[in-house]
């Protein structure tokens, strides 16, 4: 008989994840004896719950970025697979502008939670997540796809996106007593719709038909849940769902500081080796990032777990290219989510002078905005261009009050029509100085407004970081608008030799986000969205060919 020793089936590492700041009002600490126990107010949880849908429905990990990059920079990959990755690069720096989410696919909320022992609140917790994820769907602009069955065959849209998954453990782990932890998942239709399990036995527990076996099934996971996938794959399981549950935690990274060898006990563990398979053989099959090439996934994530010796369960599960998901951490000192990134245009290929033609136009910004335009619809995209004179400086949250203003019926500010726009936002004066660093923001996270903007008789003119979307290239040629690319990253430059007055025009009390007014002299640019439909980032960032083959490589 062997001697008891209690195993974690699934034993964590403590977790390296950044995190915000998002709250410390709500939460004390009461102490009875020799116990400290955390005290929650629900509102701490409705709060978290808000903030959380969100960042993930706007921002994604650095890491993820990362990747899509990687595949951009890959001399190896096909033309689809870097055309594919650098869409979803151009869509993340919309989204990150907080208006239009990544897809349109809001998901399905989910919550999976770990709660300490000594953790105290009024409850029930679930009550106070479902709040916060109601305010997050009615205030932002998220799609509701919950449906009620009114019997088998009838069913109604909830109208809130709720009911939501919310699952909560205790946690018994030392040390977290008096914590409590929250993963949250915006699961959409089509990559849930992806997860699978297989009922097999201890004939594919063997390299040979382990691969073979994933070989046909990894194809069936096809395309339409929008590649390249972060890829899951459990082996075992004390039950059939346990495995599934264990594949979708797996598929957004929350189970990467699992051990990396196996024992005696039961423990469960990520098979590195085995990850390094998988990935190459999706490489192999040719589906690529949805239309051919190797890119099919991101990466792979492959646990081993504990079984029953007449059962073999194996699940398989997708994060899709939206990879929507976070961590949220309360305790003694405050709530805190995950930092998710919130510039993905730095990850994009960078505009610079060695794209563009030598030749330099010079244009007087304080001519009038009809002149300006005229000078600007004789230039082809790409000229390099230099900017003297005034410039407005607007950016997110300015841009969200001239909405408000437009939407009550009021004029847009004559300011925005007589002036270009300059999406940026200054550091501090130093002394000495006419501005502090003032280089451009990411220009994407305006891209909602430019067409409305331009229709009321403004924004014709803009200058920032980075590509835009379609829509604005369509609202520049129907209004006669034009976009000016600024080379991102020499802001300090930029305010020492290019700007020469700096002065708030409108909403000071926003700070930084206000509306300024600029002088600048020798401001370098160039033209990337002419008033002809012409996008410089869709000449240069065009695949070769569009190979749409999804068999694999010949």
Request: hydrophobic share 35%.
């Amino acid at each position: 008989m062997t001697s008891f020793n209690y195993t974690e089936i699934l034993p964590l590492a403590e977790n390296p994840t950044e995190f915000r700041l998002v709250t410390t009002e709500g939460i004390s600490t009461t102490t009875i004896g020799d116990r400290t126990f955390l005290n929650i107010e629900p509102s701490v949880l409705e709060k978290v719950a808000y903030e959380a849908i969100h960042d993930i429905s706007h921002y994604l990990r650095t890491s993820h970025l990362e990747q899509l990059r990687s595949i951009i920079d890959d001399s190896t990959a096909s033309p689809n697979d870097r055309f594919v990755a650098t869409d979803l690069m151009k869509n993340a720096n919309i989204a990150a502008g907080g208006v239009l989410p990544m897809c349109q696919d809001t998901g399905t909320a989910i919550i999976s939670a770990k709660r300490g022992s000594q953790v105290l609140t009024t409850g029930p917790d679930e009550e106070s997540l479902s709040r916060g994820i109601y305010q997050a769907y009615q205030k932002l602009n998220l799609r509701y796809s919950q449906l009620s069955p009114l019997n088998m065959w009838d069913e109604k849209n909830t109208g809130d996106n709720l009911p939501a998954q919310i699952e909560i453990y205790s946690d018994t782990k030392p040390g977290h007593e008096n914590s409590y932890e929250l993963l949250f998942i915006a699961k959409g239709g089509g990559s849930a719709n992806k997860s699978f399990l297989y009922q097999e036995t201890k004939a594919v527990l063997n390299k040979a038909s382990f691969l073979q076996f994933m070989d046909e099934k990894l194809r069936l996971i096809g395309t339409s849940a929008c590649p390249p996938y972060h890829l899951a794959i459990v082996v075992g399981g004390t039950s059939a769902e346990y495995a599934l549950k264990v594949s979708k935690l797996a598929s957004t990274k929350y189970l990467d500081t699992l051990p990396t060898s196996g024992g005696p006990d039961g423990n469960g563990y990520r098979d590195l080796e085995m990850e390094a398979e998988i990935l190459k053989l999706t490489q192999s099959f040719g589906i690529g990032a949805q239309f051919g090439g190797k890119y099919f996934c991101h990466d792979v994530r492959v646990i081993r777990l504990p079984r029953h010796g007449a059962s073999c369960p194996i699940a398989i599960a997708v994060s899709c290219s939206a990879d929507r998901q976070a961590i949220v951490k309360i305790d003694a000192t405050g709530a805190y989510i995950e930092a998710l990134e919130k510039d993905p245009a730095r990850f994009l290929p960078e505009v610079t002078a060695e794209h563009f033609a030598e030749d330099v136009v010079n244009i007087n910004l304080d001519q009038p905005m009809d002149q300006i335009r005229k000078v600007l619809s004789g230039l082809e995209v790409k000229t390099r261009i230099s900017l003297t004179g005034s410039l407005i400086v607007a950016r997110d949250l300015a841009h969200a009050k001239i909405l408000e203003m437009l939407d009550r019926g009021e004029e847009l500010p004559q300011y925005f029509k007589d002036h270009a726009v300059y999406y940026a936002g200054p550091a501090k004066t130093p002394e000495g100085y006419a501005s502090g660093s003032f280089g451009p923001t990411t220009a994407g996270r305006m891209d909602a407004y430019v067409d409305r903007f331009q229709k009321a008789g403004g924004s014709y003119v803009m200058l920032a970081k980075g590509n835009r979307s379609k829509a604005v290239t369509k609202a520049c040629q129907d209004n006669g608008g034009f976009y000016l690319g600024s080379i991102g990253g020499p802001a300090a430059r930029l305010a020492k030799d290019n700007i020469t007055k700096v002065e708030v025009l409108d909403f000071p009390e926003m700070g930084m986000e206000a509306v300024w007014k600029i002088q600048v002299k020798d401001f370098p640019a160039f033209v990337i969205v002419d008033d002809k439909g012409n996008d410089f980032y869709a000449e240069t960032l065009r695949p070769v060919t569009l190979n749409i083959s999804v068999g694999p490589p010949a």
